[in-house]
């Protein structure tokens, strides 16, 4: 990333981190309006477009590109906290991919915390994940998800696997939050200066989205299940950020399992930098990776694509 715009989102991040801690803080609710309307007016790639469809009971933003097909599809579960993030502000990213791979992609609209409390967010992820595979039976899925959605993603195979269900035959992390144990690592260990989110916040957002649950429940901290079975993997972190502990232990734990992994370690990069790949080249570059790792159609790496 170019030092001056890695300045000015530091700058920027600190600045918000200094309000909020003197009381400034957004609830949920404002945080996702603002987010919806921020996402609204990002330009999708040039063949790209949006439009809202339902499986499995679940809303779901569907992608296509005009040069694509549903022969494979992507399935990207959106961060934002449990509490905020939508077709709306994810559909950049997930447009760039569709492009690069020739996929059909979906962003599944799980309720939100904190009007939704586990398993709910999760338990939409099953359902419309399932829905998917009723709708085009036998074919494959490539699933992904950054931050919270990469929580979701691996909790949803642990889902699947547990429950003898056809797996993705793919899966692609983003600065997942892997563990929401209060003693994690990432918790414990917050090294991040260029992040609008701190140790705090994970213990806030993890409170709304856990509520009685223990933390440590496979299916909330995926970083305490079983990984035998996952398909191979690919984790892209910054060595910077706040979640870096839970890609580096995950991965591990991967690995520890025979399970192939592909870990990415970026620098000087804030969280989930890949949704911005219009202005950020180190975002286009990292979904190039993704698509790449996922079997996409065409090799895109170095290759010029507008958008």
């Given at each position: ?154 909790a949803l195979t642990v889902s699947l696997r ?76 910054a060595q910077n950020e706040l979640l870096y502990?839970?890609?580096l232990a995950f991965a591990k734990k991967l ?53």
């Amino acid at each position: 990333m170019g030092k001056v715009h890695y300045q000015l989102v530091t700058t920027y991040y600190r600045l918000m981190r200094k309000l909020r801690s003197a009381g400034v803080e957004p609830k949920p609710q404002q945080l996702r309006a603002a987010a919806d309307r921020l996402g609204a007016i990002y330009p999708m790639p040039v063949g790209t477009s949006l439009s809202m469809t339902n499986l499995g009971g679940c809303a779901a933003g569907k992608v296509s590109y005009r040069g694509g097909s549903d022969e494979r599809l992507l399935v990207f579960i959106h961060g934002g906290g449990f509490a905020f993030g939508s077709a709306k502000t994810h559909r950049v990213a997930v447009a760039h991919l569709c492009k690069f791979t020739g996929m059909t992609g979906y962003i599944p609209e799980y309720r939100l915390t904190p009007e939704y409390q586990f398993p709910t967010p999760l338990q939409d992820c099953i359902d419309f994940y399932e829905g998917l595979q009723q709708h085009y039976p036998g074919k494959e899925i490539v699933l992904m998800g950054d931050s919270a959605g990469g929580n979701l993603a691996a909790a949803l195979t642990v889902s699947l696997r547990e429950r003898g269900k056809t797996l993705p035959t793919r899966l692609v992390l983003m600065s997942p939050w892997l563990d929401l144990a209060p003693d994690s690592e990432s918790a414990r260990r917050n090294r991040d200066e260029d992040s609008l989110f701190d140790s705090n916040d994970l213990l806030h957002y993890s409170r709304l989205y856990l509520g009685d649950h223990n933390p440590k429940d496979s299916e909330i901290s995926p970083l305490h299940a079983s990984v035998e079975g996952f398909p191979p993997t690919q984790i892209q972190v910054a060595q910077n950020e706040l979640l870096y502990y839970d890609s580096l232990a995950f991965a591990k734990k991967l690995e520890e399992a025979g399970v192939s992994v592909d870990l990415r370690v970026e620098q000087e990069l804030f969280h989930s930098w890949q949704l911005f790949p219009n202005f950020i080249p180190e975002a286009r570059a990292s979904l190039e990776q993704a698509a790449n790792f996922s079997g996409s159609s065409r090799s895109v790496q170095g290759s010029p694509v507008p958008g």
